[in-house]
């Protein structure tokens, strides 16, 4: 017999979408997104969806709450652009006033989850950890580049605002795509939710690799300047 995934042990990609209904339509909402979740789970990477209760508000309306877990960002994301959900998003306009959505998976955002407005004020690891992890990222990024800008010339005749504009794109672009992915899969026994207490071994082998890395890169350095 094959054994079922263990789901508490999924590091999910996830969508929280929340939709604004009006309590009329409450029953063709259900319909519709019913037929919105089939479309998820025929999607390759479905974990699974979560359903909250509506939130009764004012002026006749509900709020619903889903959340959506893919097993990793690329699957997520196929959902999210494919044909068929924009297909069946256009049917719902009729019953749903609007809606909007917060993915979880990479890029500014996606460095460190957080949530405000509830018990769990964040999903993320503690500030001093989401601190020296982008420090961590970003050194290197900056002091490349600008060795490589300096050493080939680049943007030398250009203005201050402009050469800062394409420095700040060139760095923002590496490190949300490439050396933040890196560092926190990397980090990630060390970087767990601020609310989820991890082991003493785990704290120290986190700060003390991160801060000796820190070390490292400023010797390294120094001796190439």
């Given at each position: 017999?094959?054994?079922?995934?263990?789901?508490n042990n999924?590091?999910y990609?996830s969508?929280?979408?929340?939709y604004?209904v009006?309590?009329q339509k409450?029953?063709a909402f259900?319909g519709?997104?019913?037929q919105?979740?089939?479309s998820a789970?025929?999607?390759?990477?479905?974990?699974?969806v979560?359903?909250?209760?509506?939130l009764n508000?004012?002026?006749g309306v509900?709020?619903?709450?889903?959340?959506?877990h893919?097993?990793q960002?690329e699957?997520l994301?196929?959902w999210?652009?494919?044909?068929?959900?924009e297909?069946i998003?256009q049917q719902?306009?009729?019953?749903?006033?609007?809606?909007?959505?917060?993915?979880?998976?990479?890029?500014?955002?996606?460095?460190?989850s957080?949530?405000s407005?509830?018990?769990?004020?964040?999903l993320?690891?503690?500030a001093?950890?989401?601190?020296?992890?982008?420090?961590?990222?970003l050194?290197?990024v900056?002091?490349v580049?600008?060795?490589?800008?300096?050493?080939?010339g680049?943007?030398?005749?250009?203005?201050?605002a402009?050469?800062m504009w394409?420095n700040l794109?060139?760095?923002s672009?590496?490190?949300t795509?490439v050396?933040?992915?890196?560092?926190v899969?990397?980090?990630?026994?060390?970087?767990?939710p601020a609310?989820?207490?991890i082991?003493?071994?785990?704290?120290?082998?986190?700060?003390?690799?991160?801060l000796?890395a820190?070390?490292?890169m400023?010797?390294?350095?120094?001796i190439?300047?």
């Amino acid at each position: 017999m094959e054994a079922l995934p263990d789901h508490n042990n999924i590091r999910y990609s996830s969508v929280v979408v929340e939709y604004i209904v009006p309590k009329q339509k409450s029953w063709a909402f259900r319909g519709w997104h019913a037929q919105l979740i089939r479309s998820a789970r025929d999607s390759s990477g479905f974990v699974r969806v979560d359903r909250h209760r509506p939130l009764n508000c004012k002026d006749g309306v509900l709020k619903w709450y889903w959340v959506v877990h893919f097993d990793q960002p690329e699957h997520l994301n196929q959902w999210l652009a494919s044909k068929e959900r924009e297909a069946i998003l256009q049917q719902g306009r009729d019953i749903f006033e609007s809606y909007r959505f917060k993915s979880f998976t990479t890029g500014l955002e996606g460095w460190f989850s957080r949530r405000s407005g509830t018990e769990m004020d964040s999903l993320g690891p503690a500030a001093w950890k989401q601190i020296l992890s982008v420090v961590l990222a970003l050194y290197p990024v900056i002091m490349v580049q600008d060795r490589i800008f300096e050493y080939f010339g680049i943007m030398e005749d250009w203005s201050m605002a402009s050469a800062m504009w394409v420095n700040l794109m060139i760095t923002s672009s590496i490190l949300t795509f490439v050396v933040m992915p890196f560092v926190v899969r990397v980090l990630d026994f060390w970087l767990q939710p601020a609310h989820q207490e991890i082991s003493v071994r785990a704290e120290v082998l986190g700060t003390s690799s991160t801060l000796l890395a820190m070390g490292a890169m400023v010797l390294l350095f120094n001796i190439l300047a």
